[in-house]
């Protein structure tokens, strides 16, 4: 994953909040994929063009005592599981 690349939800991604939980509706095979607090907050900062350096420092900066090495791996597993899901997707600096 290129780090410089930014990332964006995708057009037409459905998601909501409830409890503190994400949940994406994955069209593409009608399935629910649901989250924690951490991928709630990745999720409303994707609404606008962001690189992984980006989240990683925002999550370091909000989630106290966090590991940035391991921020740094979860935050590419997020992007990379919903990116091959095609509900997130690169986009150009905002």
């Known amino acids: 994953m290129a780090v410089n690349q930014h990332h964006v939800r995708a057009p037409g991604a459905f998601a909501t909040v409830a409890d503190d939980e994400l949940i994406i509706l994955d069209e593409a095979d009608e399935s629910f994929l649901s989250s924690n607090a951490v991928a709630v907050a990745l999720w409303e900062a994707l609404s606008t ?29 997020f992007i990379e599981t919903l990116s091959a899901r095609g509900l997130v997707v690169a986009a150009p600096p905002a």
């Open 49 to 77: 063009p962001i690189t992984v350096p980006a989240l990683v420092d925002m999550v370091t900066e909000t989630f106290a005592g966090t590991d940035r090495a391991t921020v740094t791996a979860d935050v590419e597993e």
